[in-house]
């Protein structure tokens, strides 16, 4: 079992920056993948970012490109995601999710994530 963690979010203005962190806990030694993924109102969730707590390997969906980053401390069980040059379209509920099943490889749909944070809410106003 994997318990996430999400914080960080709250209000910022259009071209601001955010840090959300994603803490981790159970098993975390493994090579699955680590996603962020948002949610607007009325809209599906959509994947941002995703990791693995070993490798290189990082992917970004394509409207955050170049905006965002996401990273991890493996010491202390944490992902984090640094959000720069914010627009209000980024507006949304991020979470945080894990893919335990899947190892090796960085998965950037939905399905293969199994463990999912309570979510932290990013505003941002124009």
């Known amino acids: 079992q994997v318990q996430l963690v999400e914080s960080g979010g709250g209000l910022v203005q259009a071209g601001g920056s955010l840090r959300l962190s994603c803490a981790a806990s159970?098993?975390?030694?493994?090579?699955?993948?680590l996603g962020w993924f948002r949610q607007a109102p009325g809209k599906e969730r959509e994947f941002v970012a995703a990791?693995?707590?070993?490798?290189?390997?990082?992917l970004y969906a394509d409207s955050v490109k170049g905006r965002f980053t996401i990273s991890r401390d493996n010491a202390k069980n944490t992902v984090y995601l640094q959000m720069a040059s914010l627009k209000p379209e980024d507006t949304a509920v991020y979470y945080c999710?894990?893919?335990?099943?899947?190892?090796?490889?960085?998965?950037?749909?939905?399905?293969?994530?199994?463990?999912w944070g309570q979510g932290t809410q990013v505003t941002v106003s124009s």
């Open positions: 159970g098993r975390t030694f493994s090579s699955y993948s």
């Open positions: 990791i693995r707590w070993s490798g290189p390997n990082r």
């Open positions: 999710a894990a893919a335990t099943l899947v190892w090796g490889i960085v998965v950037q749909t939905t399905t293969p994530y199994d463990h």
